[in-house]
Nanobody
């Protein structure tokens, strides 16, 4: 059984940083894309960043490019989201998710419909 557990959320001031973690268990994630999404109340879940576990290639949503960095540690089976230069607009719940997509050279998929496994979410709050 696949389980994704996020941690690292919290309260930070504008301009501050947080690092989210997504601990994955239940299988090896070779061939998967690990994604980070966020969802504000009343809005659709939004793609933030993704990383192809086997190849290390990454992609980012436009609103976080240059500020957020996604990475993974294969030995720990954990994905990370380093968030810098945070603003109040980044305040919301962040989710990690896994998408089975082993094709070499394929683009990271950004739609939630492709992600089969989800964590419970972690709250990030940025104060002004």
């Amino acid at each position: 059984q696949v389980q994704l557990v996020e941690s690292g959320g919290g309260l930070v001031h504008t301009g501050g940083s947080l690092r989210l973690s997504c601990a994955a268990s239940g299988r090896t994630f070779s061939g998967y894309t690990m994604g980070w999404f966020r969802q504000a109340p009343g809005k659709e879940r939004e793609f933030v960043a993704g990383i192809r576990w086997s190849y290390g290639t990454t992609d980012y949503g436009d609103v976080v490019k240059g500020r957020f960095t996604i990475s993974r540690d294969g030995a720990k089976n954990t994905a990370y989201l380093q968030m810098n230069s945070l603003t109040p607009e980044d305040t919301t719940v962040y989710y990690c998710a896994a998408d089975w997509d082993p094709a070499y050279g394929a683009r990271i998929r950004t739609s939630t419909t492709f992600y089969d496994f989800w964590g419970q979410g972690t709250q990030v709050t940025v104060s002004s």
